[in-house]
């Protein structure tokens, strides 16, 4: 019965509820508790009060947890095993990978040799995500952490980091006394 219950709440998920509008349009509030409601059979764990945006992409979900009070942006794409803390904010467009292809072999064609095992990503508590970052396998971004729209992170995040560019680096920390910085 979880089984079928699983499959039917995936197909609602895609079919329905991905298009459903974002929680700030009129009956966001709705679109909102729908989208929960369903990813919470669809997530190795959920939350309470998660948001689950517009367009939001997943594969099957069964691998991802997602703490209390976190999302996932309008349009974000994540795939495979993937740790979000409490109390994350993601903006649009973000991309989460836990894979990649294989190309060591200068003889082979790259499109013949395989993925990368899966390196699962881990986002700590209270983390804020902008729109469009790229985040590669096996990351770890810390909690209180910051990572700037457009930013791609190639390395792991320290906590309570503000971090940005392509690739990712440490801008300031937001616990520092900044008041010196010009």
Same mark, same amino acid.
């Given at each position: ?64 947890? *997602?703490? +209390?009070?976190?999302?996932? !942006? ?7 095993? $993937? %740790?979000? #803390?409490?109390?994350? &904010? ?32 881990? *986002?700590? +508590?209270?983390?804020?995500? !902008? ?7 096996? $990351? %770890?971004? #810390?909690?209180?952490? &910051? ?36």
């Amino acid at each position: 019965m979880k089984k079928v219950l699983y499959f039917i709440s995936l197909f609602l998920y895609y079919i329905i509820l991905r298009k459903l509008p974002t929680y700030d349009s009129p009956g966001g509030k709705l679109w909102k508790h729908l989208r929960a409601s369903v990813c919470k059979n669809l997530f190795l764990s959920c939350g309470k009060d998660v948001n689950i945006e517009q367009g939001a992409y997943f594969g099957r979900g069964n691998e991802i947890t *997602i703490g +209390d009070r976190s999302g996932l !942006g309008k349009q974000c794409k994540v795939y495979g095993k $993937i %740790n979000v #803390g409490n109390d994350v &904010v993601m903006g649009p467009d973000v991309i989460i990978y836990t894979k990649d292809h294989v190309f060591s072999d200068t003889k082979v064609p790259i499109n013949r040799q395989g993925m990368t095992e899966m390196r699962p990503v881990n *986002i700590e +508590d209270d983390v804020y995500i !902008g729109a469009r970052v790229i985040i590669l396998p096996g $990351i %770890n971004i #810390g909690k209180g952490s &910051v990572i700037a729209a457009g930013t791609i992170v190639t390395k792991d995040v320290p906590e309570f980091a503000i971090f940005a560019g392509n690739p990712g680096k440490v801008i300031k920390f937001r616990n520092k006394d900044n008041k010196n910085e010009t």
